[in-house]
């Protein structure tokens, strides 16, 4: 927010202290919000964890099932996954307890995401300009969007087929895969999360154009970096297969793409409004 908006704003009767105590309001909504979901999610135990959480490690899954389908389709018997070789156990006495509280509270901040972005909205909107605010209209909307797109794709597409690869691993056949329920929780809210925010590239592209820091000249420019820098991250996040680490890559590589569109758009929108501007000011030549 700039400064003279603050001035502005401590004229007509707000003060510092005031924005405090609206943030303070704003969060405390928020975090309503999202404990609102876990509790729901907490209660409703046999649902989110039996078959949500602990759903990309039975058989019967959505992907596997559909993965199935299309090897059928194609001949490719080698689709259908009809074993997954791992048990899920707990070692910790407080194990299950500390997991069903963590996958309550991930399942209610995913619930609540869109509430909680349009309450920090709802914060930072007064702050902008007339001209900020139409060129972020519908922010809400496609952070949000994109946010649920990235966790659903996280969920169905990377972590079963992460636990498929992981399960199947196998040093030597006398070594049994048995895994620890705090890190099969982990390893799911891990790519369910990163996906999600993987994929706001395209709305960070958008706002960084607005604000001039980038252009699509530097997108193409650092495009083979970007590719580098893609594949890292992805290796850092999936686990240790190439398999999961592509499937994670490429849909962020083509919201790069994607962002360099948005960029190139931006740019002529931009042009063509300081043309129309020198057109009705040719005084100022």
Not at 33 to 55: D, E, M, P, Q, R
Not at 144 to 158: P, T
Not at 194 to 217: D, N
């Amino acid at each position: 927010m700039a400064l003279d908006q603050y001035q502005e704003e401590e004229e007509e009767g707000m003060s510092f202290l005031d924005h405090l105590e609206a943030l303070r309001w704003h969060l405390l909504r928020s975090v309503a919000a999202v404990l609102i979901f876990t509790v729901i999610a907490f209660l409703a135990k046999s649902i989110v964890f039996g078959v949500i959480i602990l759903g990309p490690s039975k058989v019967d899954f959505l992907t596997y099932r559909v993965l199935c389908d299309i090897g059928n389709y194609l001949g490719i018997s080698a689709l259908c996954i009809d074993d997954l070789p791992f048990t899920i156990q707990s070692r910790q006495m407080t194990g299950q307890f500390s997991m069903h509280m963590t996958s309550s509270f991930v399942v209610g901040f995913i619930a609540a995401f869109p509430y909680v972005f349009w309450e920090v909205w709802k914060f930072i909107s007064p702050g902008l300009y007339d001209k900020e605010k139409n060129a972020a209209r519908g922010a809400v909307f496609f952070v949000s969007l994109l946010f649920l797109m990235g966790a659903a794709f996280g969920y169905y597409v990377l972590s079963p087929l992460s636990i498929n690869f992981l399960s199947n691993y196998q040093l030597d056949p006398s070594i049994t895969n048995e895994f620890d329920i705090t890190s099969y929780v982990t390893t799911l809210t891990m790519l369910v999360l990163a996906s999600a925010i993987m994929f706001q590239l395209p709305v960070v592209v958008y706002f960084l154009s607005m604000s001039g820091l980038v252009t699509s000249k530097m997108l193409k420019a650092y495009r083979r970096h970007s590719i580098v820098v893609i594949l890292v991250v992805s290796a850092i996040i999936t686990p240790p297969d190439v398999i999961s680490q592509l499937l994670i890559a490429m849909p962020i590589l083509v919201l790069y793409e994607i962002g360099i569109n948005i960029a190139k758009r931006l740019e002529k929108k931009r042009a063509l409004k300081e043309a129309e501007y020198q057109r009705n000011n040719p005084s100022e030549d």
